[in-house]
């Protein structure tokens, strides 16, 4: 496997993303949608990777930069078929190591708080990441856990 700076530009990218919103807005009330499209993640302000296994797309994740030293995780996803193989976990450490790399001292993300969300939440306490309270723009929410880890 090989996870890679993606520029967004491809049909394959373009289609996962696309999976990945309308799950979260399956599961989530449309205020508590915090899955950025697109055009957001175009943003010079966001980092975004692949994970390539061949030619076939297993995963992605990024990070966004919220000041010179904190940047928030995003858009975490596995493919569905490759869910609970290392995927996450590959790019987790990958990102920690980038985001590091970069200067960021702190690495904050928001998921979802209801049990489908477990997986994820049990892969960043694994990680290291703590439950903390919302950052940045977000606001108290039921249905969001908010997480932090120091770099």
């Not at 090989?2 to 309308?22: C, K, M, N, R, T």
């Amino acid at each position: 496997m090989q996870i890679v700076v993606d520029d967004l530009s491809g049909p394959q990218i373009a289609e996962f993303l696309d999976e990945h919103v309308q799950e979260m807005r399956s599961l989530t009330p449309p205020e508590s949608k915090h899955a950025l499209d697109l055009d957001a993640l175009r943003r010079p302000e966001v980092t975004f990777w692949s994970v390539m296994d061949g030619d076939a797309l297993v995963g992605c994740g990024a990070i966004k930069r919220l000041d010179t030293v904190h940047a928030e995780l995003k858009s975490m996803r596995a493919a569905p078929a490759r869910k609970r193989s290392g995927i996450a976990s590959l790019l987790l450490n990958h990102i920690l190591t980038e985001a590091e790399r970069m200067g960021f001292t702190r690495l904050s993300l928001e998921t979802g708080a209801d049990e489908f969300f477990l997986p994820a939440r049990r892969l960043y306490e694994k990680f290291g990441f703590a439950y903390c309270e919302p950052f940045a723009h977000y606001r108290p929410d039921p249905n969001s856990a908010f997480m932090t880890r120091t770099l």
